[in-house]
């Protein structure tokens, strides 16, 4: 399984354009940075510039929202270009992306349509093959396994047959790739779906999946807006997500983690005290 | 077609619709909780259109302000959705449909100043290239039918009935002086031509005249020298443009081409 050899006792973090500057002149310790993989995509330019500085002194994951690999419709071969051409400049330690769609053909248009977010699919056989299908496309193309993360949904569908444990885990066992496991996603499901005890549900959730399959933990904030939560990205880890944080660690050991925020940007310094945190928590991990 | 297909299309259909509505979507929430989910998705295409045309449109998105470009932004998502998973790479007909726009009358020349601003978002985005300084002698060696120009990647020309590189002058620097010499130039009905190139990595638009233009659509192109040269107008002095094209990175190299 995917679980990579980057030094696992210090997470990373989401390296956003508000930070750049900061990040290269102090060079914190991290385990890694993370970057969109499509904010790249250009031929050149100062993102670019930024990415290959940063390259230097860490590992980089390369982690996309725009492969869309639920998509009935397919991946898109530009975009599957673009990533391919991306990793050999950068050579990742990790490539992820996300359960879901985006691509769909659109009534009296010619081009398939991109609609450039997280959209849900369901957890069917049908669902399950087209994702199987695109993830396999994917990797072979780029010579590699990747990491597909588990979202957070605003949808579910009424036809829904599989636990979403078990969709990853036949997803992972059909394809070689690995889970990236958002464990923030799974709590915002859970606040959404109006669960009697989200903690627990979370708890039960990571229980259920493989040991074996998890090869990167995802942390963010999330915040409620009148009658939804929303993965927002935008605020610090909450407790009830560090508390299914630290419940993950004790099944699946040190794993890869990362701190996200992307909206509301802070301060550097907050986000390196949110890595930190996570980084003790992952000592731990090993040194139980 | 399949049944996930089929819920695919109509998902992304629901969220271009002029109102969320689910009553066509089973699901496992109730329908009102369904209802505020898809809110969230279209909040979410509404806030991404917003953001990724006002990082390629900064002087559009100046002039009619940050809300009624976001309100142009939901419009054009409609109308000329994404096609790729790159918003850095959508807004291609951003200015053409805005010269269009009925509601936008009162800024004539929004449309040009779109053309602008994609041709500076193009330009920052654009393969970076080293001066290939040797290349530079074949203007002595060599026959200058045998020899094309290699320009920047990213170099763009535009000529508008406005005074399009003022206005973006003025909205970058937020200068008064800067706008009252813009109520001039519209007054005044002067156009300008524009050269895009990269100073560092930043986009700059150099205004240029009529000959500048001209001999840069030929080089652009592909014709050779000797024909850029025979074709140019009178006024055009090679020299001096050489000297401006080394200092500003305009010019990149010169190819030599045998038949």
């Not at chain 1, 995917?2 to 508000?18: D, E, K, N």
């Not at chain 1, 510039?49 to 998509?71: I, K, N, T």
């Not at chain 1, 369901?122 to 010579?143: G, K």
């Not at chain 1, 709590?187 to 990571?206: E, F, Q, S």
Request: proline fraction near 4%.
């Amino acid at each position: 399984m995917p679980r990579t050899s980057v030094a696992a006792q210090r997470a990373g973090i989401g390296l956003r354009q508000p930070h750049y500057a900061e990040v290269m002149d102090r060079a914190p310790p991290l385990g890694f940075v993370e970057v969109h993989s499509e904010n790249f995509f250009a031929d050149g330019g100062a993102a670019l510039a930024v990415l290959h500085a940063a390259r230097e002194r860490y590992d980089v994951s390369l982690h996309g929202v725009g492969l869309a690999l639920g998509s009935a419709a397919g991946v898109d071969p530009w975009h599957l270009d673009r990533l391919a051409r991306l990793a050999q400049r950068v050579e990742p330690a990790r490539v992820s992306d996300h359960a879901c769609f985006a691509r769909a053909p659109r009534a009296g248009a010619a081009a398939v349509l991109h609609a450039n977010d997280l959209l849900p699919i369901a957890f069917t056989d049908e669902a399950l093959d087209i994702l199987s299908s695109n993830v396999t496309q994917v990797q072979e193309r780029l010579r590699r396994t990747i990491l597909v993360e588990n979202l957070s949904a605003y949808l579910s569908f009424a036809d829904d047959a599989i636990a979403e444990p078990q969709f990853f885990a036949q997803l992972c066992r059909r394809t070689g790739c690995g889970m990236l496991l958002d464990v923030n996603n799974i709590m915002v499901n859970a606040l959404n779906l109006g669960v009697a005890n989200p903690l627990a549900h979370c708890k039960t959730y990571v229980d259920a999946l493989p040991l074996e399959i998890v090869g990167e933990i995802h942390l963010a904030g999330y915040c409620e807006a009148d009658d939804i939560v929303i993965d927002d990205h935008g605020s610090r880890v909450r407790p009830d997500v560090w508390s299914v944080y630290a419940h993950a660690l004790n099944r699946f050991g040190s794993v890869p983690t990362l701190v996200e925020w992307d909206t509301d940007v802070p301060a550097l310094q907050v986000l390196l005290d949110e890595a930190e945190r996570a980084s003790r928590m992952l000592a731990e991990a090993v040194a139980a | 077609m399949n049944a996930e297909a089929q819920r695919q299309r109509q998902l992304v259909a629901l969220l271009l619709a002029e109102r969320a509505d689910t009553a066509t979507l089973a699901t496992r929430e109730s329908a009102s909780r369904a209802l505020r989910g898809l809110q969230a998705y279209r909040a979410n295409a509404d806030a991404s259109a917003a953001r990724a045309l006002g990082t390629a449109f900064p002087t559009v998105q100046a002039l009619v302000g940050v809300e009624d470009f976001a309100h142009l932004a939901h419009e054009f998502w409609r109308f000329d959705p994404p096609t790729r998973g790159d918003l850095g790479d959508w807004g291609d007909a951003f200015a053409s449909w805005l010269a269009e726009h009925a509601g936008l009358s009162q800024w004539p020349y929004l449309g040009d100043c779109a053309r602008l601003d994609w041709a500076m978002h193009c330009c920052e985005r654009a393969a970076d290239a080293a001066l290939d300084a040797d290349s530079i002698a074949r203007l002595g060696d060599t026959d200058p039918a045998q020899l094309r120009l290699r320009l920047a990647p990213g170099l763009a020309v535009l000529s508008s009935r406005y005074p399009i590189a003022m206005i973006l002058d003025a909205h970058r620097s937020g200068d008064d002086a800067a706008f009252d010499a813009v109520r001039d130039a519209l007054n005044a009905e002067r156009g300008e031509a524009v050269l895009v190139s990269r100073d560092g990595w930043r986009a700059v638009a150099t205004p240029i005249d009529t000959a500048t233009l001209d001999w840069t659509r030929r080089v652009q192109g592909g014709v050779d020298l000797a024909s850029a040269m025979q074709h140019a107008d009178s006024h055009f002095d090679f020299t001096a443009w050489l000297a401006s094209a080394l200092s500003s990175g305009w010019l990149k190299g010169i190819d030599v081409v045998r038949d």
